[in-house]
């Protein structure tokens, strides 16, 4: 039985940028937290950001490496300052649960580039090449 994770890393980084942006929207209508609408807001833009140039790219049939390479970098700088900030302030909500989810998000980045190289080619281009 194969596993329901997709292949594309867009699949992944759209929604993940979404919720990024929306958990800063929540932390300064909850706290008045501006730096939580300026940090999850520009970084979960980012992401949706790179998220689109990385299906603009499959799309056109071109490498997205470089667009999941860097959606994994931002990932990585989100898991270990929410990782941090957790770590200080043992709050599951929202740094912990911030944390967790871009360490899930890094893992299925590592497969992503380094098991399956990348996001597989379109149904119409692997015909093509059959």
Same mark, same amino acid.
């Given at each position: 039985?194969? =596993?329901?994770?997709?292949?594309?890393?867009?699949?992944?980084? &759209?929604?993940? @940028?979404?919720?990024?942006?929306?958990?800063?929207?929540?932390?300064?209508? !909850?706290?008045? %937290?501006?730096?939580?609408?300026?940090?999850? @807001?520009?970084?979960? =833009?980012? &992401?949706?950001?790179?998220?689109?140039?990385?299906?603009?790219?499959?799309?056109?049939?071109?490498?997205? &490496?470089?667009?999941?390479? =860097?959606?994994?970098?931002?990932? !990585?700088?989100? =898991?270990?300052?929410?990782?941090?900030?957790?770590?200080?302030?043992?709050?599951?909500?929202? %740094?912990?649960?911030?944390?967790?989810?871009?360490?899930?998000?890094?893992?299925?980045?590592?497969?992503?580039?380094?098991? $399956? @190289?990348?996001?597989?080619?379109?149904?119409?281009?692997?015909?093509?090449? $059959?």
């Amino acid at each position: 039985m194969k =596993a329901c994770v997709p292949r594309h890393d867009f699949c992944m980084t &759209l929604p993940f @940028g979404a919720v990024v942006a929306t958990l800063g929207v929540l932390g300064f209508v !909850a706290k008045r %937290s501006f730096a939580s609408l300026v940090a999850g @807001g520009s970084i979960g =833009a980012t &992401l949706m950001c790179l998220g689109f140039a990385s299906l603009r790219a499959w799309s056109s049939g071109a490498s997205s &490496l470089p667009w999941t390479a =860097a959606s994994a970098a931002v990932t !990585a700088t989100l =898991a270990f300052a929410m990782g941090k900030k957790y770590m200080e302030s043992s709050a599951i909500f929202p %740094s912990g649960m911030l944390a967790l989810t871009s360490m899930l998000m890094l893992c299925f980045y590592a497969k992503n580039l380094l098991v $399956d @190289g990348g996001n597989p080619p379109k149904e119409s281009q692997m015909a093509k090449s $059959d």
